[in-house]
Structures are given as C-alpha cells and as structure tokens.
C-alpha cells in the first residue's frame, strides 16, 4: 500500500523560507507516469492545490504562488520538496503531499494516496 | 481559473437519510474531470468518485456522482453515521486544479 509522509519545521518565521518533505514508501516514485503534488489546507477553510511535480522534474505550479514556489524531486530517495520563500501569516496551514493517479497527462488524473498533513504555522 | 461553489455550505441530516450534494461550476469542463473526496476532523481527504461518477476502490455502492457541463451532484442514498464529514469536489481538467469550498454533512 502507497504510504506518503510529510515531514519539515512546524514553524516559521514571517519572511523566511517554509521547507517541506514528502517521503514516499510502498511504491516507487519515479513509476511510469507518476505525477505528485501539494495540497495546502489553512485552519478551518478549504482546501487550495499549490504544485505538481512529474518524477522527471516537470513542474506546475498554482500561478497564486508561483513567484515563491519550487517543488522538486530527488528519485534516489524517493521524495519530493516544497519551498515556499517569503511567508506571511497566509500561509499558516496544513500541508498535504498527494500522489496523483498514474496518467500520461496530469491533467487527466486526481488525487488518489494522500499524507496525513502536517500543519506549518508562520508566526515570529 | 475555474471557480467551483458547492452547495449547501451545511446539510442537517439523520442517518438513513438521503444527502445530495451539489458542486457548479464557473465554466463547463469535460465531466470526465470531477472528483468528490470526503473529510473528516483531523484527517486528509479521501476520494470517494473521480471521472464525475466512478467510484474509487473500496467506497461503498451508498455513494454516486452524477452530472456533467457546469453541474454535478454527489448523492448519498442513506447515510451512516461514519458519513457524517465535510465532502469537497475537485476539478482536474484545467489548471490551476481547483476544490469547491466543501459542503459540511451533519447529524441532525
């Protein structure tokens, strides 16, 4: 069974870079036409798709957060990172790594395995 | 970017009762790209139905989504008490992917 985990500080500071990991286990990240993404949920509110990333380092990004995104890929050990830089208060939410349902086009697919999230708060 | 308003904010139901959930969207898409995934308190989404109407392994037969264009519906034709959650469609045919901001199911 696919088994996704986050993990990273839980808190950050206002103007700082948020760092976070998803470690991947159960299957491997680079199977053919495997496409992940991020998933952030603030307290209380709904919930807001942040990137994509393809396991050959193809990456799609939300145009809302694109100007502070890098989301990446490290096959060899089955991960993928989010960085997010300049953080406010806005961004204070649970995060969510997710793995898309195998498809050629990542447009085609949905969200199929989930993390449990982890829950970054943005405060000095 | 396609706006998804879901519909009741909150549904007041009894087990053993039907629940219908609504989800329009802002500009018609291909139904094949509709999802419905159920949250409950202090866990991550699950999906329920994706391609608008199929329903995702091991989601019971209680559970079906219909529609297509700009409307669709997730149906729960008699709800159990593990059903009680907050239910959030998704569309993934267009970027950016985009969640309806959830319809909250409880017990009345």
């Known amino acids: 069974q696919l088994q996704l985990q986050e993990s990273g500080p839980r808190l950050v500071k206002p103007s700082e870079t948020l760092s976070l990991t998803c470690t991947v286990s159960g299957g491997s990240i680079s199977s053919s036409s495997s496409y992940w993404g991020w998933i952030r949920q603030p307290p209380g509110k709904g919930l807001e798709w942040i990137g994509t990333v393809y396991y050959g380092g193809t990456t799609y990004y939300n145009p809302s957060l694109k100007s502070r995104l890098t989301i990446s890929v490290d096959t060899p050990n089955n991960h993928f990172s989010l960085k997010l830089t300049s953080v406010t208060a806005a961004d204070t939410a649970v995060y969510y790594c997710a793995r898309l349902s195998p498809h050629f086009d990542w447009l085609l697919s949905y969200f199929d395995f989930w993390g449990q999230g982890t829950l970054v708060t943005v405060s000095s | 970017e396609i706006v998804l308003t879901q519909s009741p904010g909150t549904l007041s139901l009894s087990p053993g009762e039907r629940a219908t959930l609504s989800c329009r969207a802002s500009q018609s898409f291909s139904s094949s790209n509709l999802a419905w995934y159920q949250q409950k308190p202090g866990q991550a989404p699950r999906l329920l139905i994706y391609?608008?109407?199929s329903r995702a392994t091991g989601i019971p037969d209680r559970f079906s989504g219909s529609g297509s264009g700009t409307d669709f519906t997730l149906t729960i034709s008699r709800l159990e008490p593990e059903d009680f959650a907050v239910y959030y469609c998704?569309?993934?045919?267009?970027?950016?992917?985009?969640f309806g901001g959830g319809t909250k199911v409880e017990i009345k």
């Open positions: 391609g608008a109407s």
């Open positions: 998704q569309q993934y045919g267009n970027s950016p992917l985009t």
